[in-house]
Nanobody, 115 residues
Framework: QVQLVESGGGLVQAGGSLRLSCAPS????????MGWYRRAPGKQRELVAR???????NYADSVKGRFTISRDNAKNTVYLQMNSLKPEDTAVYYCNALFVTDNYWGQGTQVTVSS
């Protein structure tokens, strides 16, 4: 069973920054891709950012230019750097790891952006 351990959520004022971390229980390169999703109150879960094993990245239009997904191979960790945060970024953020057709999820971390 794969475990994804997340950290880094919290409360921040609009315009501030946070960095989320996700450490899987096996090598990040064993997955086809890793990413971050979020679910805001009353909304469906949406993809925020994803990075493939080859290093390709993609982002939701709403976060392009503000969020950056990256990985630290030595620490076996994937990060989501979130800058210029807006109140509409408030959500529970979930780390995701994809292996073929199997999706694994973290427990979720709350990000709250106050106006």
């Amino acid at each position: 069973q794969v475990q994804l351990v997340e950290s880094g959520g919290g409360l921040v004022q609009a315009g501030g920054s946070l960095r989320l971390s996700c450490a899987p229980s096996r090598s990040i390169f064993s997955f086809n891709a890793m990413g971050w999703y979020r679910r805001a109150p009353g909304k469906q879960r949406e993809l925020v950012a994803r990075i493939t094993s080859g290093g390709s990245t993609n982002y939701a239009d709403s976060v392009k230019g503000r969020f950056t997904i990256s990985r630290d191979n030595a620490k076996n960790t994937v990060y989501l750097q979130m800058n210029s945060l807006k109140p509409e970024d408030t959500a529970v953020y979930y780390c995701n790891a994809l292996f073929v057709t199997d999706n694994y999820w973290g427990q979720g971390t709350q990000v709250t952006v106050s106006s």
